[in-house]
């Protein structure tokens, strides 16, 4: 390679990473997420930041937080420390977080051998997803995982494909770290004893090079949860929702194993949208004839499924209804939207989502057909074709990908939980890419447009989400500062009740929301709820819910 060409090519790749960052920067800029307040689960991880920043101790809200959590709570602490706790500075962490991960998928991507634009492509598809940057602008843990996990498998990958073990060893080092945020990035190392052995056999020498990082991340973890939890009273990994799926499992086996079809098609369908810009670029070369064939029957038995459920269980989009809903990202953590399902936020037309339900039933069809053709092309006996650097790292992305999987089919996930699949399927599209993105102007305008759609729609409904939230806040604030409200007499909302009142005893009742309400004689909703009347309603800023959309305080009547 020529002085000349090497400029040329590093050049290029200094203005895709000035393009993303101006990306992320005008959608942040957009969305207005300036706003000391709590979102979604993260004022249960803020509490943890704060101790740590104000008092210098490590305390976790060990009832509510199953997660590892310490490297995400380090990482919240690195960005309170000039100015002190807020959860501004806690946003700014993840919106770091979340651009070094769009920046390791595009290095991710030309370590794959793929070319600049279909690692810029891909590095935008995780930019523009919506659920991705709305998370982004919170301090839950879904982006540093994704992000940080991203980075460990960059530098994992780089170095196999280099034989450096520095890089090798950076990487593991970066996945321990990531295992501290969310112990399931424990896929890696499963993902890698499973490659090293379709690569090296059973030989001893071979097995003990596949085990020993998941052994390592194994007695960290065992650490964790007999001497950390314990001693230093960090959050417990005995998780309610895998607990849950094991349960179901003793008690009821049918219904469990019943339930795995239909949460993979779901799986499928999510996949398909979240990889949906380059989605139609997947080409896949591969010397099992056998391959396509069998990969156009899966794809086929996927839609037969989706299309038997649209029919008969009404199965349209969103289907998992947590950070997506029908009218814009959330969730609408009041109690008449999101418990009692009250019509006082707008709805509109459903046409709109059955034409997201098929386009996604498309998509999730050509991820299908994309993976099972890469099973079949892994499958061979030759251990030198099993040596081969695409077809050998394509097994460990497959594997690492298959154990994940794994477990969100049996116990179950939330749409946020998906968004590792984003770096995962784009390192699996850009390692068989063979640069395959030419000139063909059809798809690459369907690209474009696509991506663009969903950097709108994430800007202004994360706008809009953050908005309704401030209002609901100045609310909380005028109840408690001005009307001497205490938070035992409010429900203010999932997130006002679990940062205000989580330590206080509480009484639970089935007339009463389940986040922690003592008394509801007051309460923060979208609209009038019945045995409740009015007494304020303050509009709130938006570009999607419409001039009526407010919230309000409610009082009891007597």
Not at 17 to 29: F, G, H, P, S
Not at 418 to 446: D, Q, R
Not at 522 to 528: K, L, N
Request: some cysteine; proline content about 4%; aromatic content about 14%.
């Amino acid at each position: 390679m020529t002085e000349w060409t090497s400029l040329r090519r590093d050049s290029g790749r200094i203005l895709d990473y000035v393009l993303l960052t101006a990306m992320w920067a005008v959608m942040t800029w957009i969305a207005n997420p300036i706003a000391n307040i709590p979102l979604n689960d993260d004022w249960t991880y803020a509490v943890s930041v704060k101790a740590l920043v104000e008092d210098g101790r490590f305390f976790f809200l060990t009832e509510w937080a199953n997660k590892t959590l310490v490297a995400h709570v380090l990482w919240g602490a690195l960005f309170c420390l000039p100015f002190g706790f807020s959860y501004n500075a806690l946003r700014v962490s993840q919106l770091a977080a979340g651009l070094i991960g769009i920046f390791a998928l595009y290095k991710l991507c030309l370590e794959l051998g793929a070319s600049r634009r279909v690692a810029l492509l891909c590095a935008a598809t995780l930019l523009a997803n919506p659920l991705y940057f709305q998370i982004a602008n919170s301090f839950m843990t879904d982006i540093d995982f994704t992000a940080f996990t991203t980075l460990a498998v960059l530098w994992i990958v780089r170095g196999l494909f280099r034989r450096a073990s520095a890089w090798t060893i950076t990487g593991w080092t970066l996945l321990v770290l990531t295992v501290w945020v969310r112990e399931l990035a424990a896929m890696i190392p499963a993902g890698y004893a499973a490659f090293k052995v379709y690569v090296e056999g059973f030989r001893r020498s071979a097995i003990a090079k596949a085990i020993l990082p998941g052994i390592v991340i194994l007695i960290l973890l065992i650490i964790h949860q007999k001497v950390m939890v314990e001693w230093l009273g960090f959050p417990n990994l005995d998780n309610p929702r895998t607990n849950a799926g094991a349960n179901k499992l003793m008690e009821k086996p049918l219904r469990f194993f019943m339930n795995i079809p239909g949460r993979t098609v779901h799986l499928f369908l999510y996949i398909g949208l979240y990889s949906l810009p380059f989605v139609p670029w997947m080409r896949t070369k591969t010397e099992n004839r056998h391959a396509h064939k069998v990969g156009v029957i899966a794809a086929t038995a996927f839609a037969v499924l989706m299309v038997i459920g649209m029919f008969m269980r009404g199965m349209i989009m969103p289907l998992l209804n947590n950070s997506l809903g029908s009218i814009g990202l959330g969730p609408f953590t009041l109690r008449d939207a999101f418990l009692l399902h009250l019509p006082n936020l707008p709805t509109g037309p459903v046409w709109p989502w059955v034409i997201v339900t098929l386009v996604g039933l498309w998509a999730g069809a050509k991820v299908v057909q994309f993976v099972v053709t890469l099973l079949f092309d892994v499958c061979v006996k030759s251990k030198e074709k099993r040596a081969e650097p695409r077809r050998a790292l394509t097994f460990f992305l497959l594997a690492a990908t298959a154990f994940y999987s794994l477990l969100m089919v049996t116990s179950g996930f939330y749409d946020r939980y998906l968004l590792i699949y984003i770096p995962m399927t784009a390192a699996l599209f850009a390692l068989n890419s063979e640069n395959v993105v030419n000139h063909v102007k059809s798809l690459t305008v369907f690209s474009y447009v696509v991506i663009g759609f969903f950097c709108i729609y994430g800007a202004l409904s994360t706008h809009d989400y953050i908005s309704w939230n401030r209002v609901r806040w100045e609310l909380v604030g005028k109840l408690t500062n001005q009307m001497g409200v205490t938070p035992q007499q409010l429900d203010g909302g999932y997130e006002v009740n679990g940062s205000l009142n989580f330590l206080q005893e509480k009484t639970m009742s089935d007339d009463k929301s389940w986040w922690w309400v003592t008394d509801d004689e007051y309460m923060i909703t979208f609209g009038a709820v019945p045995g409740y009347e009015i007494i304020e309603k303050r509009p709130f800023p938006n570009y999607m819910f419409g001039d009526d959309a407010s919230v309000c305080i409610l009082k009891r009547v007597e």
